[in-house]
């Protein structure tokens, strides 16, 4: 894996002319052309004491997003398939060890009912979630489950991007899984330092590092067109972890020219009878973790950055502010969570973490406008095969903007009439209204065309 140089990595962590605010402030300068860092400027960046050059570097990453994404925020849900695992992670509470663990495989029917439940709630993309069996997580299994989502369909709502992430492929599975008709396939390295990961992992397939670090290589090699990456924070020293995540970032970028289209950044969250859980033991502070999620915006400004349910209401808000572009909202953690009664027992017995933000699609969406951000349930890119290498030139051209806007309007407009609450339904729709005087000329125009087209009960309309 010459691409994760760890001693590289510690050449730079302890380098002191990094430390200097000068050079610190002339790469926060750089980064507002959009063009992205070297490993060399991000660790400077990471090393930012100084309130106010954190400040700067902050509002930096707020504008370069703003630039190429806009105001949106696309929304998702997590579905989880099922809990059952032959892996032994020590963070997660689906480790095979965890004997207390209620275990539980959805049925064909449970799924489509969970799917039912998200799609009524106005959920239009789903990321499918589940632990690594060799039979309860075949490849027939996934299909079938994919199939099943994809296939509800209720009075026009239904799921138009499903995103999966499950255990490293062969090349022939993943081709098996893109004929599925997939978005991205997420796959997250944990920890990027090699002999933390082993500590880990002590057994099961996972505890092959190679195998898993070019698995997002092994799908795109099989045609799936958008990978996500992602670290598990907390496992180890944040600056190395996150100095390794953009390493592996810039390597996807140099030898497939298109890197990846999502980075997550998951914090480790407590969960049942998961040792190391508990006490993490390079825990990350809020500080620190808006600092990472900044640094990731500027460094590789055209990906997709993801926020989950792990994180706590008021610091999502503030880590919306600096460059997050997709979020999860109303999520439930274990298989069947979601039709089953909320926060009972049962759940906690089942579920692989514990959330941070248990408010509704709902309250997010009602939330995200009050904070001046448009929620986004569109998924026209991915239906008009706007994917991969066609989707980051759209957006390195500075154009995904024009396309994005009334795709989004047009679609947060079909949530508003179809599911938001009469108290939602006020601030949304005051909300495009600003939106739209902010438009001027054919954008406005064919924006305005769509939300009639919405209004006279059209679903699905996008272009
Ligand atoms: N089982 C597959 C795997 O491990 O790649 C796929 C899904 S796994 C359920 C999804 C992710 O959950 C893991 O990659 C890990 O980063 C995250 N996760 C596990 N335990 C966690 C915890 N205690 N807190 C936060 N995230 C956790
Ligand atoms: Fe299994 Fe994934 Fe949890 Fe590890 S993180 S125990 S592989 S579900």
């Not at 915006?297 to 926020?307: F, K, S």
């Not at 274990?334 to 579920?351: N, R, W």
Request: proline share 3%; net charge neutral.
């Amino acid at each position: 894996m010459e691409f994760i140089n760890e001693s590289y990595i510690f050449t730079l962590l302890n380098d002191e002319k990094l430390k200097s605010s000068e050079f610190q402030k002339e790469t926060i300068q750089k980064s507002k052309e959009a063009k992205g860092l070297s490993l060399k400027e991000c660790a400077a960046l990471l090393n930012i004491t100084d309130p106010e050059i954190l400040e700067e570097m902050f509002l930096t990453a707020r504008q370069v997003k703003e630039k190429i994404y806009g105001n949106r925020l696309v929304l998702f849900a997590p579905l989880y398939i099922t809990n059952l695992c032959i892996n032994n992670c020590l963070y997660c509470a689906f480790r095979r060890d965890n004997k207390e663990l209620k275990r539980k495989t959805l049925t064909i029917d449970e799924i489509r009912e969970e799917t039912e439940f998200l799609v009524r709630q106005g959920q239009k993309r789903v990321l499918l979630v589940c632990g690594e069996h060799p039979k309860k997580t075949g490849l027939e299994f996934i299909g079938e489950a994919i199939k099943t989502i994809y296939g509800v369909k209720i009075n026009g709502g239904n799921i138009r991007r499903l995103n999966v992430n499950t255990a490293p492929m062969s090349i022939d599975d993943f081709k098996t899984l893109k004929s599925f008709g997939i978005g991205t396939y997420q796959c997250f390295q944990e920890t990027y330092h090699y002999r933390t990961y082993l500590k880990m992992h002590p057994n099961g397939p996972k505890r092959d590092y190679a195998w898993r670090i070019y698995s997002v290589e092994r799908a795109l090699q099989a045609g799936i067109d958008d990978v996500g990456i992602g670290a598990l924070f907390g496992l180890t020293d944040y600056k190395f972890e996150t100095l390794a995540l953009l390493s592996h970032a810039f390597n996807l970028d140099e030898r497939f020219g298109i890197g990846p289209h999502t980075i997550s950044v998951p914090r480790l969250e407590p969960a049942f009878n998961a040792p190391l859980s508990q006490k993490p033991p390079f825990a990350v502070d809020d500080a620190s973790f808006k600092k990472i999620v900044a640094l990731i915006r500027l460094a590789a400004p055209y990906t997709g950055i993801i926020l989950s349910t792990r994180e706590r209401a008021e610091l999502r808000r503030e880590i919306f502010k600096v460059g997050v572009s997709q979020i999860s909202a109303g999520s439930r953690t274990s298989p069947g969570a979601y039709k089953e009664s909320q926060e009972s027992l049962e759940e906690f017995e089942m579920e692989q973490f514990q959330l941070g933000d248990h408010r509704t699609l709902d309250e997010v969406v009602r939330d995200c406008c009050a904070l001046g951000f448009m929620p986004s349930f569109c998924t026209a890119c991915y239906r008009s095969e706007r994917t991969g290498d066609r989707f980051m030139e759209l957006a390195k051209t500075g154009n995904i903007g024009k396309i994005c806007v009334p795709n989004a309007i047009a679609t947060f407009k079909e949530y508003i009439n179809d599911f938001a609450s009469e108290e939602t339904k006020k601030v949304a729709n005051d909300f495009i209204e600003k939106e739209l005087n902010e438009l001027s000329g054919t954008t406005k125009l064919k924006t305005e065309k769509m939300i009639d087209r919405v209004n006279r009960g059209e679903r699905d309309v996008f272009f």
